[in-house]
């Protein structure tokens, strides 16, 4: 137990954070790092769309058009970053941010909000490896797809902490699929903390995704499927496919797919219907993150996407399980946009004839 001292951390952060501090920063204040998995060149695929889909792309997000281009574009040989291990001493971690020597780094949004001059100093002391982040506590897609890779290396350190509360629904679910089985905790402090580097689809870390995919899979009865939709309805940020019903019903009629919904089918359900088919389709958003976990390597995920929320970043992911990506650009804004059946069609033809 610590004394109840009072820091002032947070105005050397807020003058550093003027000045573009982040989690490289952050990890610079590390008393030690080493390699996990070595940097290497990879192989990215290139995502697969009809010939005239840019053009119906009216805004962007979470990256320019020539960010969308470029990834859709692929690189037979992208220079991709080694995995790193950081170990730090004498961290705080209070309401969502760490604090250490003159740096900061916030995984979620502050519950006490603004920007304090000071915080009181955590009584209680603990050591262990985090491996939760920033996009993983905002969307669900990124927690299963981002933090539960990295749990594995946080797993391997000795003691994975997290921040986040108990859950139920599709995250309790799978926690207890991967064998997850955290310290969670509040406001603390460090006496040594680890945090990693994992955001570089190096072998390493399509390793881990092979062995979070097998564990989700572990024991079920997967029957072959044409493909699976997943249903987003109005769940999340919106993106509002006007036609998704219609979608959904002749992908049934026409293809034989399946159609899940996340707000009744559980984790291990979801599972085994995607494990046993090479082909999932929805609208662009975390719950297709269902779809990457369970996928087959070779698989395709094809995005439903709406003209003024266009993004890319699904396909970083889909990378990494070794899965194809595809796109599908609508007409209307995300608030309310369809798409033309026949466009789907041939889209889930030029995939066909890749898998051909």
Known sequence: VRANMYSLRPITNRLSRLFGAGAGEFLATATEHWEISPAESVAIAP??????????????EF????????????????????????????VDFV?????????????????????GLGYPRPQASVSGAMYESW???????????????AYRLAEAAGRPVTSAPVRHGHIAGYERLLGMTPERIGDVHFDELILFDDLHNNSGRMARAQENRAR???GRDCKP?????????????????????????????DYGFRTLYTDRDDAGAIAEAVGGTGLVLGVEGSQLAHGVVALRPGGTVLTIQPAD??????????DCW???????????PASGYRVDWDQLRRTLDLITQGNG
């Open 47 to 60: 995502g697969i769309w009809l010939p005239d889909q840019a053009e119906h792309i009216a805004r962007t």
């Open 63 to 90: 990256g320019d058009i020539g960010d969308i281009l470029a990834q859709m574009q692929g690189d037979p040989q992208e220079w991709t970053p080694a995995t790193m291990g950081y170990r730090l001493r004498d």
């Open 95 to 115: 309401d969502g941010v760490l604090y250490a020597r003159g740096a900061r780094l916030d995984l979620r949004e502050r519950k006490g909000g603004g920007w």
């Open 135 to 149: 996009i993983g506590n905002r969307w669900f897609g990124n927690w299963l797809l981002n933090d539960c890779l």
């Open 216 to 218: 989700v899979l572990a």
């Open 225 to 253: 499927l044409p493909g699976v939709f997943i249903f987003r309805g109005r769940s999340g940020d919106a993106r509002i496919l006007e036609n998704e019903a219609e979608i959904a019903e002749r992908l049934e009629v």
């Open 309 to 318: 929320r266009v993004t890319t970043s699904l396909k970083l992911l889909t």
């Open 322 to 332: 070794r899965q194809q990506y595809a796109m599908v650009v609508g007409d209307g």
